[in-house]
T-cell receptor, first 116, second 111 residues
Framework: GAVVSQHPSRVICKSGTSVKIECRSLDFQATTMFWYRQFPKQSLMLMATSNEGSKATYEQGVEKDKFLINHASLTLSTLTVTSAHPEDSSFYIC????????????FGPGTRLTVL | GENVEQHPSTLSVQEGDSAVIKCTYSDSASNYFPWYKQELGKRPQLIIDIRSNVGEKKDQRIAVTLNKTAKHFSLHITETQPEDSAVYFCAAQNTGNQFYFGTGTSLTVIP
């Protein structure tokens, strides 16, 4: 399958700071990238759908001004958690999706965010 | 949006026995149903999937069945092994291409 990387893999920050997470599709042109959040022992919750060159579509209850998503190219999407607070501490995972008749999404390794 | 429910939340089986995990979905237009295995702190791994035009699919010890009318699908693992122990998630993809996950099943295979 396709290779998707995420950076950083782990980040610890102080409350009130902003954190940027990068998701790169290394060998696959992803027309769409998804961003998920996973709290401990819980499921993956879809936060937003990011389409290259257009604004992201956010799921209900996800604040678009707090979770800024940019999908500047077919291989890169970024998620910025602005003014992070302890309740934002979570595992953030992106996935790359090519669409069409090929449904599989390819996950990045995830980013563990801890906000102190 | 799509609502996916998954049962049971935990499952313990003896090595060699079968394990069955069931999911239901709400959006009748959903058309692709993958199953993932996730180990602690790792990304989900696709283990099997099924499209809405197929009723059953098998890959060695793993099989998935889909009942479109009832809007439910199930994962079957036969001859379980300790390395099958993990958290399993079902998911449904809607016509907007988004994926919605079930709540997960923590499977423990007892040697």
């Amino acid at each position: 399958g396709a290779v998707v990387s995420q950076h950083p893999s782990r980040v610890i920050c102080k409350s009130g700071t902003s954190v940027k997470i990068e998701c790169r599709s290394l060998d696959f042109q992803a027309t769409t990238m998804f961003w998920y959040r996973q709290f401990p022992k819980q499921s993956l919750m879809l936060m937003a759908t990011s389409n290259e060159g257009s604004k992201a579509t956010y799921e209900q209850g996800v604040e678009k001004d707090k979770f800024l998503i940019n999908h500047a190219s077919l291989t890169l999407s970024t998620l910025t958690v602005t003014s992070a607070h302890p309740e934002d501490s979570s595992f953030y995972i992106c996935s790359a999706y090519g669409g069409g008749s090929y449904n599989e999404q390819f996950f990045g390794p995830g980013t563990r965010l801890t906000v102190l | 949006g799509e609502n996916v429910e998954q049962h049971p939340s935990t499952l313990s089986v003896q090595e060699g026995d079968s394990a069955v995990i069931k999911c239901t979905y709400s959006d009748s237009a959903s058309n692709y149903f993958p199953w993932y295995k996730q180990e602690l702190g790792k990304r989900p791994q696709l283990i099997i999937d099924i499209r809405s035009n197929v009723g059953e699919k098998k890959d060695q010890r793993i099989a998935v069945t889909l009942n479109k009318t009832a809007k439910h699908f199930s994962l079957h693992i036969t001859e379980t092994q300790p390395e099958d122990s993990a958290v399993y998630f079902c998911a449904a993809q809607n016509t907007g291409n988004q994926f919605y996950f079930g709540t997960g099943t923590s499977l423990t295979v007892i040697p």
